[in-house]
Nanobody
Framework: QVHLVESGGGLVQPGGSLRLSCEVS????????LGWYRQVPEKDRELVAH???????DYVRSVKGRFTISRDNSKNTTYLQMNDLRPEDTAVYYC????????????WGQGTQVTVSS
């Protein structure tokens, strides 16, 4: 069973930056496409960034040009560099497979809270 540990969230002012990390254990990390997702209360979790097993990437329009997803297969870790943060980026951020809850990815991690506020 896969274990996911997200970290790196916090409180940041508008225009600031954060780098999120997600360490994955319990599976052959390199063969899976991964995603970063975010959720705010009373809304569905949304995919914001994707990285495939061949390092191809894609982003939801609202973060394109501001967020960068990457992965280090030697560390079983995926990252989300977030620049020019806006109040509407405030959410709990999670990583998972893409599509989520697929194969050995049977649960969500605890997520990491990102709050963008002055």
């Amino acid at each position: 069973q896969v274990h996911l540990v997200e970290s790196g969230g916090g409180l940041v002012q508008p225009g600031g930056s954060l780098r999120l990390s997600c360490e994955v254990s319990g599976t052959i990390f390199s063969i899976y496409a991964l995603g970063w997702y975010r959720q705010v209360p009373e809304k569905d979790r949304e995919l914001v960034a994707h990285i495939g097993s061949h390092f191809d990437t894609d982003y939801v329009r609202s973060v394109k040009g501001r967020f960068t997803i990457s992965r280090d297969n030697s560390k079983n870790t995926t990252y989300l560099q977030m620049n020019d943060l806006r109040p509407e980026d405030t959410a709990v951020y999670y990583c998972n497979s893409n599509p989520p809850i697929a194969g050995p990815f049977t649960t969500w991690g605890q997520g990491t809270q990102v709050t963008v506020s002055s």
